[in-house]
């Protein structure tokens, strides 16, 4: 087992098809958080993290983490997908959150801790055992899908996705994406109030990411490079587009 300290103070971290596609290999990242909180999205999940909390990302699938440019102190746990999905099959998926104060969880935390010395006499042994409660985690969380879903978090958990989806459509906003999720807009408000946020800020921040990643392409590029740089200028909404 792999396992990275993340320190950074973005205002959000993107891994799109291009980033995926330079992996050299697929992992389940295991992020715990330290210090700070952090908004990780994927597969139509949103969850807010603070110290304790645990968020499972498939490296195959795109996600999205938001900081908001406040300092962040993260564990990221590499886990090996396809040893991974031969011992937890279906019960393991990226977008699964872990609430810190599972007791299941502080044993993760410990045991990461023990990984993170690298002291141990049997480091395989303690990477099993990780595995061995993670996979009790699993078993009990499968009992339990049964469970009514929070309905703000569906609907935060759509409206990320339409506007990860439709962000250059200058027709966009609001009003828009709370009628494709089938809602008013004071209902997509007060859905959004829950991941402290709102509809039009997280639309303003994807729009805004969208534009940063063209202009970090270019500012690495050399005289003469523009036609290299792997990106459809049609991406960027029309009030965005910069000569």
């Not at 971290?13 to 330290?34: A, K, S, W």
Request: charged share 25%; with cysteine; glycine share 6%.
């Amino acid at each position: 087992l792999d396992v990275a300290l993340v320190r950074q103070d973005a205002d959000a971290i993107h891994r799109r098809q291009e980033n995926i596609r330079r992996d050299p290999g697929n992992h389940f990242f295991l992020v715990t958080q330290v210090q700070g909180t952090a908004l990780m999205c994927q597969d139509e999940t949103a969850e807010t993290l603070s110290a304790g909390d645990m968020f499972l990302v498939d490296s195959t699938q795109a996600s999205s983490f938001y900081y908001r440019r406040a300092l962040s102190h993260q564990i990221s746990l590499h886990l090996p997908r396809e040893d991974t999905v031969k011992r937890f099959g279906r019960r393991i998926k990226g977008g699964m959150m872990i609430n810190g104060a599972d007791p299941l969880a502080q044993a993760m935390y410990a045991i990461l801790q023990e990984l993170l010395d690298g002291q141990a006499p049997q480091q395989g042994h303690v990477s099993e055992a990780f595995y061995g409660v993670l996979g009790a985690y699993l078993f009990n969380r499968s009992l339990g899908e049964a469970s009514k879903p929070n309905p703000d978090r569906q609907i935060v958990n759509r409206a990320l996705s339409i506007m990860a989806q439709h962000y250059s459509d200058p027709d966009l906003t609001p009003v828009h994406v709370a009628n494709l999720t089938g809602g008013s807009l004071r209902r997509l408000q007060r859905a959004f109030l829950g991941v402290e946020s709102s509809p039009h800020k997280r639309l303003q921040h994807v729009r805004l990411d969208a534009v940063r990643d063209v202009l970090s392409k270019l500012r690495d590029l050399e005289p003469g490079q523009l036609s290299t740089i792997d990106f459809d200028w049609r991406d960027l909404p029309e009030n965005l587009k910069i000569g």
